[in-house]
């Protein structure tokens, strides 16, 4: 049992690519309803999920998405046919993925700090609770069969993609996750060794 646990847990990858059949909404309430079993600060339960498997709203984010990046292309410097490559490409990837779960933390859930650098941690565990419900979902997805990809997009347009989706005020967009049936086997990427990235003491 242990070895089959860890056997799942290393044979997660992103997949990119997806079979265009939907992914039947039972499976996303099941994989949803684990991510929630995610640890969090406090208990507080940050994390706010926004499921997108229409056309129109998948479609509605790729375009805010893509705005907000030409925007920041063009001020770069970037030319003109890298730029329209670029953001046919984002679109591509957003609207061929049969479902999208655009992760966000909400504001409000925080204890209250006396200061600048309590505040500031307070949001940080928000952050990383989020991102700790985020694996979680992707490793449910990976348990059912599906393959994920996480996006980190939306920290860099997150009120282009709060407009878009209409979200509340103290949802703030932290990350997207592509999911469906996969298309690919991607390789395994090479890892890091260990005695370069552990010390004991």
């Not at 706010?48 to 292309?73: C, H, P, Q």
């Not at 993925?97 to 925080?110: K, M």
Request: some cysteine; proline content about 8%; overall charge positive.
């Amino acid at each position: 049992m242990i070895h089959d646990l860890h056997t799942l847990l290393r044979s997660r990858r992103s997949v990119r690519c997806f079979r265009p059949d939907p992914v039947p909404e039972a499976v996303l309430q099941r994989i949803i309803e684990t991510a929630t079993y995610a640890p969090s600060a406090h208990n507080k339960q940050p994390w706010r999920f926004v499921v997108l498997t229409s056309i129109a709203a998948k479609s509605r984010l790729s375009k805010a998405i893509t705005g907000k990046f030409r925007i920041d292309m063009l001020a770069d410097g970037i030319p003109e046919a890298e730029i329209r490559d670029r953001v046919e490409r984002t679109a591509r990837r957003a609207n061929e993925a049969p479902v999208i779960i655009v992760l966000c933390r909400d504001l409000t859930q925080v204890n209250p700090q006396p200061d600048a650098i309590r505040k500031k941690a307070e949001a940080t565990m928000g952050t990383q609770s989020v991102a700790l419900a985020g694996l979680q979902l992707l490793l449910a997805a990976q348990a059912e069969g599906l393959g994920g990809t996480w996006i980190c997009w939306p920290l860099f347009a997150p009120e282009a993609t709060r407009e878009a989706l209409e979200l509340p005020i103290e949802w703030e967009p932290q990350a997207m996750i592509f999911l469906g049936n996969p298309a690919e086997q991607p390789v395994t990427p090479e890892r890091k060794p260990l005695q370069e990235i552990v010390r004991y003491l």
